[in-house]
């Protein structure tokens, strides 16, 4: 197999008849590329890039963060870093060879991007990306929509902020306590000398 162009494998689909290569466009910006399907029964690259149908005319930018596979292997799904735009998910069907670019509201003002990992959560119906510090993005993987805060991640989250407010309520009882009883042993003592007379 020779190609034409600068190239690196991306995935392959679950039966072995398609491998996919990230072809990169621009020897100025490596950030810039295409999504290739190589067909491995007949040995050629088909012409065409696989993109959202969605946005046809977007063009794909980013480095490779994370990656996470469906437990059958069919979906890939990667996220970038948008080249300095916005993060995406980039959701590859292996099979129909097709794919959902899922852009998230930037996280990288609130965290490292390279800290930012993949979980599968919800029986498999819904991608987590997890570690920033804003909480996590939720993907569901049958509409693609997004939303952030929730998981197993975020109710960790929300019982961690419900713990530590606790606490803080807790102690401030304590010194409410503590502060009540120090003046009544104040009052005592100035009214020791009183009852003495």
Partial sequence: MSLKGDFSFDAISPHGDWLYLIHYT?????????VQAYDLRHWRLSPAPIIDPTAPGEKMRGNPVTRAMSADGRWAYTLYDGGGGTPFVHALDTVARSAHCIDLDSPSSRTDLSKLRLA???????REIRGGRGGTINVDLRTFRISTGGGVLGALQRARFLLVAGCAL????????????????????????????
């Avoid at 120090?182 to 007379?197: D, K, N």
């Fill in 26 to 34: 621009s020897p100025q910006d490596p950030t810039r590329y295409l």
């Fill in 120 to 126: 599968v959560v919800g029986g498999g119906r819904q």
């Fill in 170 to 197: 807790l102690a401030a009882a304590i010194l409410m306590m503590v502060e009540r009883r120090r003046r009544r042993q104040t009052v005592r003592s100035m009214l020791e000398p009183l009852s003495e007379s």
